[in-house]
C-alpha cells in the first residue's frame, strides 16, 4: 500500500517525525518491507507481520467470542498451602454447596499453564463465572471469586466433579487452582511436574 509518514501520523494522532520512526522499527525488525516513491513509500507486510496479526485476532477472539467450553494443559506444583484455608472457611463452604451441589476437600489443585494458554485463560477470567460473593469472618474480610464447572484428566484417569476458582485477587496470572469433593492428587495419582489437561465451561446454567 501507499503511506506517507504523514498519512500514518494523522491515523496514529501522533507527530510526523513518531510516524517515521514508527515505520522504520517495524522494517528493522521485519515485519514490513519499505520502498521509496514519490509521495511517500510503497509498505507491504511480510509474512512475520502476518503471523503476529493472526496470533493477535486468534486471542481476542478467545477473549471475547462466546465458547461454550476452553480446554487448557498445566503443570502440576505445590502451593502456598493456603488454598485449604480459604476453602473451608464457613463462609465460602455454603455457597459452594449452593451452586456446585457438593463439599470441596479442604485444598486446592495448583496448575501452572505454560505461555501459550495465556490466552486462553485470560477469556476465562473474563467470562462470567458462578459468583462467590464475599464476606467478612473474625474481623477479617474474604473477597469474591468466580466458580466454573470443569473437568481434569491425567494420561488414565479423569474426573469431572471439579471447579475452577478464580479469586477476585489473585497474584499468580498464570496459575490455576481447581477444587473438588475429592483429594485430586491421589485420584489421579498425580505427582508435582506432570502435566494435566482441564476442560472449563464457560456458558452459565
Request: net charge negative; glycine share 8%.
Given at each position: 500500500?501507499?503511506?506517507?509518514?504523514?498519512?500514518?501520523?494523522?491515523?496514529?494522532?501522533?507527530?510526523?517525525?513518531?510516524?517515521?520512526?514508527?515505520?522504520?522499527?517495524?522494517?528493522?525488525?521485519?515485519?514490513?518491507?519499505?520502498?521509496?516513491?514519490?509521495?511517500?513509500?510503497?509498505?507491504?507486510?511480510?509474512?512475520?507481520?502476518?503471523?503476529?496479526?493472526?496470533?493477535?485476532?486468534?486471542?481476542?477472539?478467545?477473549?471475547?467470542?462466546?465458547?461454550?467450553?476452553?480446554?487448557?494443559?498445566?503443570?502440576?506444583?505445590?502451593?502456598?498451602?493456603?488454598?485449604?484455608?480459604?476453602?473451608?472457611?464457613?463462609?465460602?463452604?455454603?455457597?459452594?454447596?449452593?451452586?456446585?451441589?457438593?463439599?470441596?476437600?479442604?485444598?486446592?489443585?495448583?496448575?501452572?499453564?505454560?505461555?501459550?494458554?495465556?490466552?486462553?485463560?485470560?477469556?476465562?477470567?473474563?467470562?462470567?463465572g458462578k459468583?462467590?460473593?464475599?464476606?467478612?469472618?473474625?474481623?477479617?474480610?474474604?473477597?469474591?471469586?468466580?466458580?466454573?464447572?470443569?473437568?481434569?484428566?491425567?494420561?488414565?484417569?479423569?474426573?469431572?466433579?471439579?471447579?475452577?476458582?478464580?479469586?477476585?485477587?489473585?497474584?499468580?496470572?498464570?496459575?490455576?487452582?481447581?477444587?473438588?469433593?475429592?483429594?485430586?492428587?491421589?485420584?489421579?495419582?498425580?505427582?508435582?511436574?506432570?502435566?494435566?489437561?482441564?476442560?472449563?465451561?464457560?456458558?452459565?446454567d
Open positions: 500500500v501507499h503511506v506517507s509518514s504523514g498519512q500514518l501520523a494523522k491515523e496514529l494522532d501522533v507527530t510526523q517525525q513518531s510516524g517515521a520512526r514508527y515505520l522504520l522499527e517495524l522494517a528493522d525488525r521485519g515485519l514490513l518491507e519499505r520502498r521509496l516513491v514519490r509521495g511517500g513509500q510503497m509498505v507491504r507486510l511480510l509474512q512475520p507481520a502476518r503471523d503476529l496479526l493472526r496470533r493477535e485476532f486468534a486471542d481476542y477472539s478467545l477473549i471475547f467470542d462466546a465458547q461454550p467450553e476452553i480446554t487448557l494443559k498445566g503443570v502440576l506444583e505445590t502451593g502456598l498451602g493456603e488454598g485449604g484455608y480459604y476453602i473451608s472457611r464457613n463462609g465460602y463452604t455454603t455457597q459452594f454447596e449452593a451452586l456446585l451441589g457438593w463439599t470441596p476437600y479442604e485444598g486446592t489443585l495448583n496448575l501452572r499453564i505454560g505461555e501459550a494458554g495465556v490466552p486462553e485463560l485470560e477469556a476465562i477470567r473474563a467470562a462470567d459468583l462467590v460473593e464475599g464476606f467478612s469472618e473474625a474481623e477479617r474480610t474474604f473477597g469474591r471469586a468466580w466458580l466454573f464447572p470443569a473437568s481434569i484428566s491425567s494420561n488414565n484417569q479423569s474426573e469431572s466433579q471439579c471447579a475452577l476458582i478464580t479469586p477476585k485477587r489473585t497474584h499468580y496470572r498464570r496459575v490455576i487452582e481447581l477444587i473438588s469433593p475429592h483429594y485430586l492428587r491421589d485420584l489421579l495419582s498425580a505427582t508435582d511436574g506432570q502435566e494435566l489437561q482441564v476442560t472449563v465451561q464457560l456458558a452459565r
